[in-house]
């Protein structure tokens, strides 16, 4: 600008010594007329130039800045350049702007932004699942309008955010979220949350399992302790009860061995991703040695019948497969009276596949029941299982071996009459078996 008051002065400076001169050369009159000519001139340029600019001032964003003539050019090229510069933040910002949404959009936590009336800015699809809100219709909207838990709105007048709340109830009843507001800004709130539905299951089920584990344990224990009491008191022993006393001590030890050792099958199971081999194996092979121990289990007790397809092997772990069939009959035995009827089955399935099945005749479960059968120490009957022997685990065992497998186990029961378990699984883990295997069998 210095500059620009540099030349003026000079333009001036140059028009006073040309009044001057024409003054001397023409006269006063002239000379004073041709000045206010110039004056005039300039005016009307300066005119021109303002109604230029107010013209683009009132054109709609992106017009381009007119051309000017003098220190009018200077003024729209400064104009044109902060045009310029301000079309560039707000590419940046809309680039910064996307960046910040695809990555919220990418992200399992919800996120809402709450202006200083706790009213709906912005927020990414994981809030709009998790909340339930509509971004097109629910925009503007206070969130106590959406959340509507009388406890929430507590939490967000109390202006306490040190703990995140837990929000029961989410998305009809069986979702919880964990809600943490962080203030910023001008009163403005970034809510963040997570789903936090698995993490609460499976910290309900860690302290279930250790309340049934101590509960299954304390009776052997007591038991133990009980009779150990009493043997060391008695001086001279009286050799029925101490015989008893063995018998029963021996019972409640191999109880708490067989749950020792469902657990750590269990532990082992879930914590693998796949079947701890993927190796063939020779189902018609191992359903046979199932039918001969069942046969011994049953003691007579039972009629065993045994249908096997000789030509259908599985690929995956032995072990696990073996453990989880083993399940199936022990069950069926148990839980079958006297004079029942069992049948062990290894067929192919229409898709290809294989279906493993026990079907027994005896005291069935209710419908209630089947859904819950495979949790972790779920028992229709609590006391039957234990007076045979069950940990509670089996089912559970199954269920983990048979989905390292990709298989499912359907059960189809009813009461008095009597079930039918089966593992079937899919055409890929089956295989015709070797002609060598087929031949002998
Ligand atoms: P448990 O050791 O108690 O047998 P499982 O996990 O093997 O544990 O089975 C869970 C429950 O399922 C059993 O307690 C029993 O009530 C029921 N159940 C399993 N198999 C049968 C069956 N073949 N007939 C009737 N009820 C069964």
């Not at 992106?62 to 090229?77: K, L, N, R």
């Not at 702007?97 to 009336?117: G, H, K, P, Y």
């Not at 709105?153 to 995140?164: I, T």
């Not at 099958?265 to 018609?284: F, K």
Request: aromatic residues 8%.
């Amino acid at each position: 600008m210095r500059g620009y008051w540099r030349g003026a002065a000079g333009w001036l400076a140059l028009w006073l010594v040309l009044t001057v001169i024409a003054a001397g050369a023409f006269g006063t009159v002239t000379a004073l007329a041709g000045l206010a000519a110039w004056l005039l001139l300039l005016h009307v340029r300066q005119l021109w130039h303002v109604d230029a600019l107010l013209r683009w001032l009132d054109q709609p964003p992106g017009t381009p800045v007119p051309h000017g003539s003098g220190i009018w050019a200077e003024v729209f090229s400064y104009l044109a350049r902060l045009v310029r510069r301000q079309r560039q933040n707000e590419a940046d910002l809309r680039s910064a702007l996307e960046r910040f949404q695809s990555a919220t959009a990418a992200m399992n936590e919800a996120v809402i932004i709450l202006d200083e009336l706790d009213r709906i800015e912005w927020c990414n699809p994981s809030a709009e699942h998790y909340f339930e809100i509509d971004a097109r219709r629910d925009l503007g909207r206070q969130l106590t309008y959406i959340v509507r838990q009388p406890q929430f709105v507590e939490y967000l007048d109390e202006q306490n955010f040190a703990e995140p709340f837990v929000l029961r109830g989410a998305r009809g009843g069986e979702t919880t979220l964990t809600v943490q507001l962080v203030p910023y800004g001008n009163q403005q709130k970034l809510v963040i949350s997570r789903d936090i539905t698995r993490w609460e299951r499976l910290e309900a089920m860690r302290r279930d399992l250790v309340a049934n584990v101590s509960h299954e344990l304390r009776t052997p224990i007591t038991v133990l302790a009980g009779y150990l009491e009493t043997l060391n008191d008695q001086e001279a022993p009286d050799p029925e009860f101490q015989r008893r006393a063995m018998e029963l001590m021996t019972q409640q030890t191999s109880r708490m061995q067989n749950l020792v050792e469902d657990l750590l099958t269990l532990s082992r199971l879930e914590n693998a991703r796949g079947p701890s081999a993927e190796q063939p194996v020779d189902v018609p092979r191992m359903v046979q040695g199932l039918h001969q121990e069942a046969v011994a289990l049953s003691a007579g007790r039972h009629q065993i019948g045994v249908d096997i397809d000789a030509g259908l092997w599985l690929t995956g772990a032995e072990g696990e497969l073996r453990s989880a069939f083993l399940n199936l009959v022990t069950n069926a035995i148990r839980y079958t009276p006297a004079k029942g009827q069992i049948t062990i089955r290894w067929r192919p399935t229409q898709d290809g596949g294989g279906a493993f099945s026990v079907t027994d005749t005896g005291i069935g479960i209710a419908p209630e029941h089947i859904p819950r059968l495979t949790e972790r120490f779920y028992r229709v009957d609590r006391s039957r299982s234990r007076e045979t022997g069950g940990t509670g685990l089996g089912l559970a065992i199954v269920k983990y071996a048979l989905s390292h497998h990709q298989a499912r186990l359907e059960i189809d029961s009813e009461p008095e009459q009597g079930s039918t378990f089966s593992a079937i699984f899919p055409a890929r883990r089956t295989s015709p078996a070797p002609v060598a295997a087929a031949a002998t069998a």
